[in-house]
């Protein structure tokens, strides 16, 4: 059985930092790439990271450059999102997701292109 489990949520005053974890079990985590979503209420779901964990190349929307690290353990099949300097606007769900897709240097922030999708962590960032 497939699974993501994301944690590290919480709230935190603004240029704060959070680590988020998005630990995977129930297939070839290699083959993979990993991404980070987010939802804030009343707004559509958008990408804010992704990396292929076969070479390790990494992705980002431009409003969290500079800000937001991803990272993997392949040993502990994990992904971790490194948040600093965190904003209001920041404020949102936070869902991790796995693709095989192999153009995801072209297709990382498209959502419909990952298969499997964990429940999501809150993280909430107050002015």
Do not use: H
């Not at 922030?109 to 990952?114: A, F, I, M, P, T």
């Amino acid at each position: 059985e497939v699974q993501l489990v994301e944690s590290g949520g919480g709230l935190v005053q603004a240029g704060g930092s959070l680590r988020l974890s998005c630990a995977t079990s129930g297939f070839v985590f290699d083959d993979y790439a990993i991404g980070w979503f987010r939802q804030a209420p009343g707004k559509e779901r958008e990408s804010v990271s992704s990396i292929s964990i076969s070479d390790g190349n990494t992705y980002y929307r431009n409003s969290v450059k500079g800000r937001f690290t991803i990272s993997s353990d392949n040993a502990k099949n994990t992904v971790y999102l490194q948040m600093s300097s965190l904003k209001p606007e920041d404020t949102a769900v936070y869902y991790c997701a796995a693709t095989k897709d192999p153009n995801i240097n072209i297709r990382w922030g498209w959502s419909y292109n990952y298969d499997y999708w964990g429940q999501g962590t809150q993280v909430t960032v107050s002015s």
